[in-house]
């Protein structure tokens, strides 16, 4: 993937976990947005966070997002059992060009 | 509440072509606010973005895809389409449909359900 996540992380539940996407400067190093979103097994994707930092409606304020240089986080504090899900985050790619996913992190809560 | 649904045919014979269509409910795909995208997921796989398209016919595709894509829009019936020729194996997949913001920041929200469509013979 263009964008590179961890494949996985865990915690236990009340944690605070943070995932990582990395790109570079034809994409996140660029200023493009990145925007994440969460996959509960069997589901469709859901907006987590967009623009950086921006939360839609209805988004817990336990989720926030964070960019600096070509990186993006999410992080994910007070974890509960329901946050068990796939993270991706995804941004524009001036070489493509296009929308660009990153490979997906499975978030295990312990 | 905005709802695409993208029905489809499910399983689809080698070399043969994809095509699968996004109703758009209780929204006009001819807003102007938004684009129109196809997304596809392998099994256990990650996302690829396939292509966008605008009410006005405006297209845009990913390279890696873009020999075999065609993306169109009836505003009549308030739906996109999608086709995908001479299709492999390796494009088994459950295939989205989403709306994008036309202006920045352009997210994905909401998404379709999705349709898993099986290449095999």
């Known amino acids: 993937s263009v964008l590179t996540q961890p494949p996985s992380v865990s915690g236990a539940p009340g944690q605070r976990v943070t995932i990582s996407c990395t790109g570079s400067s034809s994409n996140i190093g660029a200023g493009y947005d990145v925007h994440w979103y969460q996959q509960l097994p069997g589901t469709a994707p859901k907006l987590l966070i967009f623009?950086?930092?921006n939360r839609p409606s209805g988004v817990p304020d336990r989720f926030s997002g964070s960019k600096s240089g070509t990186s993006a986080s999410l992080a994910i504090s007070g974890l509960q059992a329901e946050d068990e899900a796939d993270y991706y985050c995804q941004s524009y790619d001036s070489r493509l060009p296009g929308p660009v996913f990153g490979g997906g992190t499975k978030l295990t809560v312990l | 509440q905005l709802l695409l649904q993208e029905p489809g045919p499910g399983l689809v014979k080698p070399s043969e072509t994809l095509s699968l269509s996004c109703v758009v409910s209780d929204g006009s795909i001819s807003s102007g606010s938004y684009y129109w995208a196809w997304i596809r997921q392998p099994p256990g796989e990650g996302l690829e973005w396939i292509g966008t398209?605008?009410?006005?016919?405006?297209?845009y595709y990913n390279p890696s895809l873009k020999s075999r894509v065609i993306i169109s829009v009836d505003t009549s019936k308030n739906q996109v389409s999608l086709r995908l020729t001479s299709v492999t194996a390796t494009d088994t997949a459950v295939y989205y449909c989403?709306?994008?913001?036309?202006?920045?920041?352009?997210?994905?929200?909401?998404w379709g359900r999705g349709t898993l469509a099986t290449v095999s013979s």
């Open positions: 398209i605008y009410y006005t016919g405006s297209t």
């Open positions: 989403a709306r994008q913001r036309y202006q920045l920041p352009n997210s994905f929200d909401p």
């Open positions: 623009g950086d930092t």
